[in-house]
């Protein structure tokens, strides 16, 4: 099929693209991550932060990838939060709109990559994709820690629970693929389940969040920059570069390969 563009769409569209509200991660490089809507950068406004870029890797599931790079230092704040000053680093993009409430079921899906030569900062926390509420805490934080990957319950306002997703020694080098099937629900009808390249790895029965509204963030976010400092006697926490394609959202697993 033969595609027109209007001249006049380019100017805005170009505008989305600098202000890193629209990600190019389809194999037409036009802006599609199924029903989400727009994301914006999360308090990290650095330029090196995030970029789209051609993929790198040679095996990536769409020729547009998205790129993450948090260095020593890039720490920001806005009226409400102060990385600076709560001992965090970080960059991330987070859903514009955040309107998925309750009763709401939904299918995420978004592929990962770790290079080769990214280093693992224990005890320093990192956080690599997250459902965050609006207006109060984080409920689902996918985080990689002393090793590998692995998924944090915190629908209680503190981690209760920790699901081992992928080892350390399977981590680098190679495209994962993160399918989550959610019902967002304050009681015992809710469900969060997990699948890692096909595998399901969590199946979770009960309260998925207790706020209202949640919303989808994803890049890097560092906490507790100081516990790496202070065990190695060192001044900053080394950089880290991890790569994202293919984040969608759809009401069916189908939805999240078209």
């Not at 939904?106 to 224990?122: R, T």
């Not at 981690?159 to 629900?185: A, F, T």
Request: with cysteine.
């Amino acid at each position: 099929m033969n595609m027109v563009f209007n001249i006049k769409l380019i100017p805005p569209l170009m505008s989305l693209l600098v202000s890193g509200c629209v990600s190019l991660t389809n194999n037409n490089h036009l802006p599609q991550t199924g029903s989400f809507d727009l994301f914006q950068r999360s308090l990290s406004t650095t330029e090196h932060g995030y970029r789209i870029s051609p993929d790198t890797t040679g095996s990536a599931p769409t020729k547009m990838i998205d790129v993450f790079d948090v260095r020593p230092g890039d720490c920001s704040f806005n009226s409400g939060w102060n990385d600076c000053q709560n001992d965090r680093e970080r960059s991330e993009r987070s859903e514009t709109n955040k309107s998925t409430g309750l009763h709401s079921e939904y299918w995420y899906g978004w592929s990962i990559y770790f290079p080769k030569d990214y280093p693992n900062v224990y005890p320093t926390k990192v956080a690599l994709g997250q459902f965050h509420q609006k207006d109060s805490h984080p409920v689902w934080m996918f985080q990689n820690s002393k090793g590998g990957y692995h998924l944090d319950n915190q629908v209680m306002g503190h981690s209760s629970h920790y699901y081992p997703l992928i080892e350390d020694d399977k981590l680098r080098g190679r495209w994962h693929r993160i399918e989550v099937n959610v019902r967002w629900e304050n009681n015992q009808t809710g469900f969060f389940r997990v699948w890692v390249n096909g595998n399901q790895k969590v199946n979770y029965e009960g309260a998925t969040m207790d706020a209202s509204y949640v919303y989808f963030k994803y890049g890097l976010y560092r906490s507790f920059l100081s516990r790496y400092k202070n065990e190695n006697n060192v001044d900053s926490v080394p950089a880290q570069t991890v790569y994202f394609s293919n984040v969608k959202r759809s009401l069916s697993r189908d939805g999240l390969s078209e």
